[in-house]
């Protein structure tokens, strides 16, 4: 079987609906009103699905009609699909709806624990009979979703250059070591003095490990990274253990083991809200302008 639509069928699809309807209800009459078209634009549907198919479908019976033995077929093979893309048709109509809809919205392992929590419960309370679908991912993967049409929104940090943003704050990155490594007492720490200190980071697809061999370059250096690891808060614990230091914004709950430092020099990236290059739905575009005037109390600099 082809992968793709006979052209048959391309001529038939948009028709289906006018034969689904009358073959139920058995009368053209009653079936034009409840499609809410005149009688002569059903009876010429009608006319062209037979000849999209090649076979008489409907015969004459009293004030009514009747399926042939090819109709009723052709109805039985065809009421459940259109059924379906029916049920389709309103799922998605339903999910686009302003006050009952569905956001699939996306925000960075960075913002987890507090801040777009806190946001997304002051938004519930003012619109609870929206659902939202949540993923939590690092940056590229986020973008990624965005483009395949999985997420409608996120909170990406820095923000992709193809996709549409607005720009919602700034997070400071800082040096965290052990409370008793020799730098938890400098007030601030340049990038060279880290020459000789083993990392613990994230994987080289994530931006902050980006960051690190950037910012590692121009001081002079490659780091030295003794672990990587994807999951933000066993990062910190390796760190409060004392294997290695890292790179790291604010945490949101407080980390007894940690101690900060400031990074000398403009150590900041921006936090945007990403959405596609489509017209966002109601519902997205709710969610949207929300977060854009909400967000600074929840996930400005911090």
Known sequence: MDD???????????????????????????????????????????????????????????????????????????RGPVRALD????????????????????????????????????????????????????????????????????VMIPSPSDLPAQVLGQQRIHLYVPRWHRLATCDTVHLANLRDEAFIANPPTYHLRRLLDSWCAEAGFTPHVAFEITEFETLRSLVAHGLGVALLPEPEMPHPGLHRVRLSGPRDRTIGLVSSNHRPTPVVARLHDYIAHHAMAHIGAR
């Open 87 to 154: 049920d389709a048709i309103s799922a998605v109509r339903g999910n686009a709806d302003p006050d009952t809809g569905l956001v699939r919205f996306g925000f960075p392992l960075t913002l987890g624990p507090v801040s777009v929590p806190s946001m997304l419960a002051e938004f519930h309370a003012s619109a609870p009979r929206i659902r939202l679908h949540l993923i939590q991912a690092h940056g590229e993967g986020l973008a990624n979703l965005i483009r395949d049409g999985q997420l409608d929104l996120a």
């Open 4 to 78: 793709f639509p006979s052209a048959h069928l391309e001529a038939l699809a948009p028709l289906l609906a006018a034969f689904d309807t009358t073959a139920h209800m058995g009368h053209i009459t009653r079936a034009a009103e409840g499609l809410g078209v005149p009688q002569s634009s059903l009876s010429r549907r009608l006319g062209a699905v037979e000849k999209a198919v090649g076979v008489q479908l409907f015969h004459p019976v009293g004030r009514g009609i009747a399926l042939t033995p090819a109709g009723r077929e052709l109805f039985e093979r065809t």
